[in-house]
């Protein structure tokens, strides 16, 4: 009697609606081609695959495509077809379409140790970069010309070397990059690494500065500023900046030049407790001058008077023995 009940129907309905359910959810070939088409197709093989062909692999944008070990020719990662090989083999390289591959490990291996060899001849060692950074250092502190390093100390190296080393010594020391260019890159890499770390140093501690304005060989003024600072329980004395001043060098432009400078670096003029300059009426007017406009920004600034200025005052009217007296105290001073 069971069979007549409707349960059993009911069971029907129910596995009927399962199976429409499980159709419903089966992906169609339609769907699932789209699905597929949709996402980028890329080939990864190993370069075994097709050195047969004269291809290896090599990396693009993180992509592997195949590049032909005679020519360096690069195809895209959809063209990684045996057909497609054998067709650039065919056209570009006729005389090698019958070779096999044997032939094409050899050359590739040739290859390898050519790229091997020239970026041991090109690239520069650590140590060689080093040695050049000390070599401009030498230059720029003894003011010496930039084309020194080339023209002189390295050949007077190389012979110093040779003597009394020997060897291949003289070869090594050769790959040391000295040239003119060189050593301006050098010097101009340094400047910006003192001035970042100056300006990181100051940024967090207080520090005197010093002003002073003088004329180039050109007749251009310039100013000049030095700064003292306490680091790590040390009195530094440390060059701060150069600028060019406007013909007309009133307090104003010497403040305005100083404060874009230190906007520059991010320093502030709170952090400033102390100002020495020659006395000159555009440095140290009440009204104008360059220490004015400092003091509306800190009023607790100190003031002093640079010894040097002074003394060099006072040598234009000492009689001449003691005039060398004073000379030879300013320099021990110095």
């Known amino acids: 009697m069971d069979k007549w009940l409707k349960r ?4 029907d309905d129910n596995s009927d609606n399962d199976n429409v359910r499980d159709q419903v959810n089966e992906p169609t070939p339609g769907t699932s081609k789209n699905t597929s088409c949709s996402k980028k197709y890329v080939v990864h093989r190993k370069y075994n695959d097709f050195l047969k062909f004269g291809f290896t692999s090599t990396m693009e944008n993180d992509i592997v495509v195949p590049e032909c070990v005679i020519c360096g020719f690069k195809l895209s990662n959809s063209a990684m ?3 497609k090989f054998q067709r650039h083999l065919v056209i570009n390289h006729p005389s090698l379409s019958t070779k096999d591959k044997s032939y094409f490990e050899r050359s590739l291996s040739s290859k390898i140790k050519q790229v091997k060899v020239f970026e041991k001849q090109v690239c520069v060692s ?5 040695a050049s950074y000390e070599i401009a250092e030498l230059i720029v502190v003894n003011l010496e010309p930039h084309n020194l390093a080339e023209e002189i100390i390295l050949p007077a190296c190389r012979k110093i070397v040779k003597t009394m080393i020997g060897g291949s010594a003289d070869i090594d020391i050769c790959k040391i990059p000295l040239s003119n260019d060189t050593i301006h890159c050098r010097i101009k890499d340094m400047s910006e690494n003192i001035e970042q770390n100056t300006a990181k140093t100051l940024a967090n501690s207080n520090f005197a ?3 002073d304005e003088t004329t180039d060989i050109t007749g251009n003024a310039q100013l000049i500023a030095f700064v003292r600072f306490i680091h790590e329980n040390d009195i530094i004395n440390q060059f701060l900046c150069c600028r060019e001043l406007p013909d007309f060098t009133t307090g104003q432009h010497i403040f305005q030049v100083i404060s874009s400078y230190l906007e520059e670096i991010k320093v502030s003029w709170k952090s400033c407790i102390g100002i020495c300059t020659d006395g000159a009426p555009a440095m140290t ?3 104008k001058g360059f220490v004015a406009h400092v003091k509306e920004l800190n ?3 100190l003031v002093t008077h640079c010894f040097l200025h002074r003394e060099a005052l006072v040598t234009k009217f000492l009689p001449s023995d003691l005039k060398i007296v004073l000379e030879q105290c300013v320099k021990i001073y110095g």
Do not use: Y
């Open 209 to 211: 500065l010093q002003v």
């Open 299 to 301: 009023e607790d600034l």
């Open 285 to 287: 007017g009440h009204l």
């Open 81 to 83: 077809v045996p057909s």
């Open 126 to 130: 650590e140590k060689a970069q080093v």
């Open 8 to 11: 059993r129907k009911f069971n």
